[in-house]
């Protein structure tokens, strides 16, 4: 599995980005989707996933919209109304095991992008 994460930048508190993922390699319909974020100093953290439906952190939820096109094998998170404390390295991640919806351990997803920079100015 082959995970191209793009779309981070530097953006002002309040506004908006949108990160893409383009998968590769995979059956990418029947693959749980999913968000990582690693801010410095801090331990990496669930943000989002999908499969047909979709979870969220408490942290992100009401601001961050996670979709996908299982036509295009992409994956998409629609960030608005960020925070300072939402700057990070966002990782796109992938798991081919369709029962593991739900979790929000990073070891259960089996393959990671190479991350894309967040950073949210104040």
């Known amino acids: 599995v082959q995970l191209q994460a793009s779309g981070g930048g530097l953006v002002q508190a309040g506004g908006s980005l949108r990160l893409s993922c383009a998968a590769s390699g995979v059956t990418f319909s029947s693959y749980l989707m999913g968000w990582f974020r690693q801010a410095p100093g801090k331990e990496r953290e669930f943000v989002a996933a999908i499969l047909s439906n979709t979870y969220y952190a408490d942290s992100v939820k009401g601001r961050f919209t996670i979709s996908r096109d299982n036509a295009k094998n992409t994956v998409t998170l629609q960030m608005n109304s960020l925070k300072p404390e939402d700057s990070a390295v966002y990782y796109c991640?992938?798991?081919?095991?369709?029962?593991?919806?739900?979790?929000?351990?990073?070891?259960?997803?089996?393959?990671w992008g190479q991350g894309t920079l967040v950073t949210v100015s104040s």
């Open positions: 991640v992938a798991e081919g095991a369709r029962w593991k919806y739900g979790t929000r351990r990073e070891n259960d997803f089996g393959s």
